[in-house]
């Protein structure tokens, strides 16, 4: 990542800063106007980004916080600096007034609620200022709009979805910047129906976008598409050197899932032959971390999530698949829309791949990451199996028993 003070020096009137993800610190010292294109600026605890002159103007960025106090402001600045489509994840000084935002929650799971029928929650929030509030979610609406200073009671309804839809999205409260809370759900036909249902959090200090620090069921929330680099089927792309990565993740994700399935991720550590030296190799739900702990399967919102540790010594090459479980031949990719593989590196977010074009296929080679000339590497498989899981880790050297 960039360092952003390195892109505005000797700018004066208007910077365009280029669609990326870029590191504090950052202090604006003469008037100008930073148009960031949904750039995103990750502050440390003590790496504010300030503005210090008057006259400066702040549009369309993404300032966050990755210290583990949300207290500690993000942003310093005085009255007069123009902030628009700027959201902000963490504090804020305005002026020498503080924006708390530890009275907003970062997101709610609503669990499973009743399918085919409305739906509803409510929950408290405290702003520190007059504030509006809109859904960004098909389907779900929230009340009342306009949110006075103080403590607010919030409700959300949601309208009759199928059995089956997935449910994620985020919740816009705007007042000088946009702050956001992200929702997740999951309409099932067994499911209560939820009639205002009280929905909590603990207002306490929290991470910002680090997936370590997540709660183990919540999906990390995303960079707009533009933040982060997308990636093409059959691309191989250099990622960073080996002494300077410690950790990547790759998290299954999808728009929405048309009926229940059950998507289980295989992660295959690979030999210079592509294949298995040992049984043990294959991490899946039935052996969830290699030797050392290199690779781990977790699971966010019931979606696989390989976390591979690359200080825990050679990984060689590994092979990140994804399959449907069971023998049903009907279950397969078609009944889930849009599916992607988000990557994080370091805990930040940088690339995404979309699984285009499946539809029959149960059994997906998604991603393989391993090492080349000292450097990890990322290369796009995105090869699907009609013959499922078994093919699948046959071709890898794994014995799968009938």
Same mark, same amino acid.
């Given at each position: 990542m960039?360092?952003?003070?390195t892109?505005i020096?000797g700018c004066?009137?208007?910077?365009r800063i280029?669609s990326d993800i *870029?590191h504090?610190?950052?202090?604006?010292?003469?008037p100008? @106007?930073?148009?960031? +294109?949904s750039s995103? %600026?990750?502050?440390?605890e003590?790496?504010?980004a300030?503005?210090?002159?008057?006259g400066v103007?702040?549009? +369309?960025?993404?300032?966050?916080?990755l210290?583990?106090e949300r207290?500690a402001p993000?942003l310093?600045?005085?009255?007069?600096?123009?902030?628009?489509n700027v959201t902000v994840r963490?504090? %804020?000084?305005k #002026?020498?007034k503080?924006s708390?935002s530890?009275?907003i929650?970062l997101?709610f799971d609503l669990?499973?609620?009743?399918?085919?029928?409305e739906n509803?929650f409510?929950?408290?929030?405290?702003?520190?200022? #007059?504030?509006?509030i809109e859904s960004?979610?098909s389907?779900?609406?929230v009340?009342?709009?306009?949110l006075?200073?103080?403590?607010?009671?919030i409700?959300i309804?949601i309208?009759a979805l199928?059995?089956?839809i997935?449910?994620f999205?985020?919740?816009?409260?705007?007042s +000088?910047v946009i702050?956001e809370?992200y929702?997740?759900? *999951?309409?099932a036909?067994k499911?209560?129906v939820?009639t205002?249902q009280?929905?909590? /959090?603990v @207002?306490q200090?929290?991470?910002?976008?680090?997936?370590?620090n997540?709660p183990?069921?919540?999906v990390?929330?995303?960079?707009?598409?533009?933040a982060v680099t997308?990636?093409q089927k059959g691309?191989?792309v250099?990622i960073? @050197?080996?002494?300077?990565?410690?950790?990547i993740?790759?998290l299954f994700s999808?728009?929405? %899932?048309d009926?229940p399935?059950?998507i289980? =991720?295989y992660?295959f550590?690979l030999?210079?032959?592509n294949?298995?030296?040992k049984?043990?190799?294959?991490?899946?739900?039935?052996?969830?971390a290699? +030797?050392?702990g290199?690779?781990r399967?977790?699971?966010? &919102?019931?979606?696989?999530?390989?976390d591979i540790?690359?200080s825990?010594?050679?990984?060689g090459?590994?092979a990140?698949? *994804?399959?449907?479980?069971?023998d049903?031949p009907?279950?397969?990719f078609? /009944?889930?829309r849009?599916p992607y593989?988000?990557?994080?590196?370091d805990?930040?977010?940088?690339?995404?791949?979309?699984l &285009? =074009?499946?539809s029959?296929e149960?059994t997906?080679?998604a991603?393989e990451? *391993?090492?080349?000339?000292?450097?990890?590497?990322?290369?796009c498989?995105?090869a699907?199996y @009609?013959?499922?899981?078994?093919?699948?880790?046959?071709d890898?050297g794994?014995d %799968?028993?009938?």
């Amino acid at each position: 990542m960039t360092q952003i003070q390195t892109v505005i020096d000797g700018c004066s009137g208007e910077c365009r800063i280029p669609s990326d993800i *870029y590191h504090s610190p950052l202090k604006i010292e003469h008037p100008c @106007r930073i148009v960031g +294109d949904s750039s995103v %600026i990750l502050c440390g605890e003590e790496q504010p980004a300030a503005v210090v002159s008057s006259g400066v103007e702040l549009r +369309d960025l993404r300032i966050e916080s990755l210290s583990s106090e949300r207290t500690a402001p993000v942003l310093i600045c005085p009255g007069d600096t123009v902030l628009d489509n700027v959201t902000v994840r963490g504090s %804020i000084e305005k #002026n020498g007034k503080l924006s708390d935002s530890s009275g907003i929650p970062l997101s709610f799971d609503l669990g499973q609620f009743a399918a085919d029928c409305e739906n509803s929650f409510v929950f408290d929030i405290n702003v520190t200022e #007059n504030s509006s509030i809109e859904s960004c979610i098909s389907n779900v609406h929230v009340s009342p709009r306009e949110l006075a200073e103080g403590e607010n009671r919030i409700k959300i309804k949601i309208d009759a979805l199928k059995n089956g839809i997935y449910l994620f999205g985020v919740l816009r409260i705007k007042s +000088d910047v946009i702050r956001e809370i992200y929702i997740q759900g *999951y309409a099932a036909d067994k499911a209560p129906v939820c009639t205002e249902q009280l929905l909590t /959090y603990v @207002r306490q200090p929290q991470a910002g976008l680090s997936v370590k620090n997540l709660p183990a069921e919540t999906v990390p929330p995303e960079y707009p598409e533009n933040a982060v680099t997308v990636l093409q089927k059959g691309q191989r792309v250099p990622i960073g @050197r080996l002494d300077a990565i410690e950790d990547i993740k790759l998290l299954f994700s999808c728009d929405h %899932i048309d009926r229940p399935l059950d998507i289980d =991720g295989y992660a295959f550590i690979l030999d210079s032959s592509n294949r298995v030296t040992k049984d043990d190799d294959l991490v899946f739900w039935g052996n969830k971390a290699s +030797d050392h702990g290199a690779v781990r399967l977790l699971t966010t &919102n019931g979606l696989p999530c390989f976390d591979i540790d690359t200080s825990a010594g050679n990984n060689g090459k590994i092979a990140v698949c *994804y399959s449907i479980y069971g023998d049903d031949p009907d279950e397969t990719f078609k /009944y889930i829309r849009d599916p992607y593989v988000r990557i994080f590196i370091d805990n930040t977010e940088r690339f995404r791949f979309y699984l &285009n =074009g499946l539809s029959l296929e149960k059994t997906i080679n998604a991603v393989e990451v *391993y090492e080349h000339g000292g450097v990890w590497k990322l290369h796009c498989v995105g090869a699907g199996y @009609r013959a499922g899981l078994k093919r699948m880790c046959e071709d890898y050297g794994v014995d %799968i028993s009938d």
